[in-house]
């Protein structure tokens, strides 16, 4: 069983940043891709970013490319998201994501492992 806690969020101004950060635990992740999707209540969860554990690959949502980033600590079984640059926009809940295998997907329902979620709000 896969386990993936977040953390990091908070409130931040608008044009202030944050680092989220999600442990894993509970299995071998070099052959698993991780990701970040956010959702605000009654709407849609919407993917962030992803990113392999074995090569590194990324994918981002475009309307976030050059404000978020996403990277991994292999050693630490550690997935970030820096995100810079904060919109009221981005107000949602954050989470983590895991799935087996090297595609890096955008699509949520390809995620078995989720975490908990962490909140992030931009006040304006």
């Known amino acids: 069983q896969v386990q993936l806690v977040e953390s990091g969020g908070g409130l931040v101004q608008a044009g202030g940043s944050l680092r989220l950060s999600c442990v894993a635990s509970?299995?071998?992740?070099?052959?698993?891709?991780m990701g970040w999707f956010r959702q605000d209540p009654g709407k849609e969860r919407e993917f962030v970013a992803a990113i392999g554990w074995t090569d590194g690959r990324s994918k981002y949502a475009d309307s976030l490319k050059g404000r978020f980033t996403i990277s991994r600590d292999n050693a630490k079984t550690t997935v970030y998201l820096q995100m810079n640059s904060l919109k009221p926009e981005d107000t949602a809940i954050y989470y983590c994501?895991?799935?087996?295998?090297?595609?890096?997907?955008?699509?949520?329902?390809?995620?078995?492992?989720w975490g908990q979620g962490t909140q992030v709000t931009v006040s304006s």
């Open positions: 509970g299995r071998t992740f070099s052959t698993y891709t």
């Open positions: 994501a895991a799935k087996e295998g090297a595609f890096v997907s955008g699509t949520p329902s390809r995620y078995e492992y």
